[in-house]
């Protein structure tokens, strides 16, 4: 497993390594440590429509000293470890490492004032977490020390890709795992034929949602033996609502380390697309998982 830390040594930064350090079997891979320092960036100096710029000067960030730093904390607790560092906009920057190095898995903080890419982009990892060829964890906050992690899981290949890829790199002494897969509250649909129209159908909502409880329940119990054969702790939850809040929800009440779920997007422009599951819990969890894989290829 290759793994890609990016970090600009700040606050929200370092909660990345220290999930690294927390949850992350040392002997499960090699880890690389890359920094960005920032170029200068040039903004109008007016909303007019004068095309005069403005030269906002950074303060100076040694990008290759802060991953020589973090490879080295990692290092003394058994990870292998290199660095590297470059100059230029921190995502593009991290998003050309990945694709060429073909990483496994990046891990970056997710600061509101750090990296210099948030002035033109955003948040740096928001940007890469929809435009990364591989799986991306982001990090809000310091794991609690509970080492739990919530796993949402919907049966499509990429949250069971998501789920035997994390098998591959946490640690089985620190880890255990709580699988949630969530079904929707049932509903009544609103007729829209032409009134007097008769209507014979009958749908039993109540029996529906039965089944699709029992179909969640049959996933969740496959996914926690297959957790329990790689040797973690598992135990399963089924929940009821929208998924995105729900596993919030359940994470908050579990006081997990991290979150995990699948992505569905395929391509650059899917990815863009705010509102998925993945992009929700991102913003809000402590810390998570996306896992992403190539649409030709196998599964973890």
Same mark, same amino acid.
Request: aromatic content about 6%.
């Given at each position: 497993?290759?793994?890609?830390?990016?970090?600009?040594?700040?606050?929200?930064?370092?909660?990345?390594? *220290?999930?690294?350090?927390?949850? #992350?079997?040392? +002997?499960?891979? =090699?880890?690389? !440590?890359?920094?960005?320092?920032?170029?200068?960036?040039?903004?109008?100096?007016?909303?007019?429509?004068?095309?005069?710029?403005?030269?906002?000067?950074?303060?100076?960030? =040694?990008? %290759?000293?802060?991953?020589? %730093? +973090?490879?080295? /904390?990692?290092? @003394?607790?058994?990870?292998?470890?290199?660095?590297?560092?470059? *100059?230029? =906009?921190?995502?593009?920057?991290?998003?050309?490492?990945?694709? &060429?190095?073909?990483?496994?898995?990046?891990?970056?903080?997710?600061?509101? &004032? &750090?990296?210099?890419? =948030?002035?033109?982009?955003?948040?740096?990892?928001?940007?890469?977490? /929809?435009?990364?060829?591989?799986?991306? $964890?982001?990090?809000?906050?310091?794991?609690?020390? +509970?080492?739990?992690?919530?796993?949402?899981?919907?049966?499509?290949?990429?949250?069971?890709?998501?789920?035997?890829?994390?098998?591959?790199?946490? @640690?089985?002494?620190?880890?255990?795992?709580?699988?949630?897969? &969530?079904?929707?509250?049932?509903?009544?649909?609103?007729?829209?034929?032409?009134?007097?129209?008769? #209507?014979?159908? /009958?749908?039993?909502?109540?029996?529906?949602? %039965?089944?699709?409880?029992?179909?969640?329940?049959?996933?969740?119990?496959?996914?926690?033996?297959?957790? *329990?054969?790689?040797?973690?702790?598992?135990?399963?939850? !089924?929940?009821?609502?929208?998924?995105?809040?729900?596993?919030?929800?359940?994470?908050?009440?579990?006081?997990?380390?991290?979150?995990? $779920?699948?992505?569905?997007?395929?391509?650059?422009?899917?990815?863009?697309?705010?509102?998925? !599951?993945?992009?929700?819990?991102?913003? /809000?969890?402590?810390?998570?998982?996306?896992?992403? #894989?190539?649409? @030709?290829?196998?599964?973890?």
């Amino acid at each position: 497993m290759r793994v890609l830390y990016a970090t600009d040594g700040s606050t929200a930064a370092r909660e990345g390594q *220290r999930l690294i350090t927390s949850l #992350f079997d040392p +002997s499960a891979g =090699n880890v690389h !440590v890359f920094s960005v320092a920032p170029e200068a960036v040039y903004l109008p100096d007016s909303l007019d429509t004068s095309y005069e710029m403005e030269r906002l000067d950074l303060p100076p960030l =040694n990008a %290759e000293e802060i991953a020589m %730093e +973090s490879a080295d /904390h990692l290092a @003394d607790k058994a990870f292998t470890v290199s660095s590297s560092s470059a *100059r230029g =906009n921190p995502a593009l920057e991290i998003l050309r490492l990945l694709e &060429t190095e073909k990483y496994d898995l990046a891990v970056l903080g997710a600061g509101h &004032t &750090t990296w210099a890419g =948030n002035l033109l982009l955003g948040s740096v990892s928001t940007h890469v977490l /929809h435009h990364a060829p591989c799986s991306v $964890v982001v990090t809000h906050r310091a794991p609690t020390g +509970s080492g739990r992690i919530l796993l949402g899981i919907d049966g499509s290949n990429e949250a069971m890709g998501s789920a035997r890829m994390v098998t591959q790199i946490l @640690d089985r002494t620190k880890c255990s795992f709580t699988v949630a897969n &969530t079904v929707a509250r049932p509903w009544a649909p609103i007729p829209v034929f032409p009134p007097g129209l008769p #209507f014979h159908s /009958h749908v039993d909502y109540r029996a529906l949602q %039965e089944q699709q409880i029992e179909h969640a329940w049959h996933l969740v119990e496959r996914t926690c033996e297959e957790l *329990r054969d790689a040797g973690f702790d598992a135990d399963g939850a !089924v929940l009821s609502g929208s998924a995105g809040p729900q596993l919030l929800k359940e994470a908050e009440n579990l006081s997990a380390d991290l979150v995990v $779920v699948g992505s569905r997007g395929l391509g650059p422009m899917k990815r863009t697309i705010l509102g998925s !599951v993945g992009d929700q819990v991102m913003r /809000h969890a402590p810390a998570t998982l996306v896992g992403r #894989f190539p649409k @030709d290829a196998e599964s973890p």
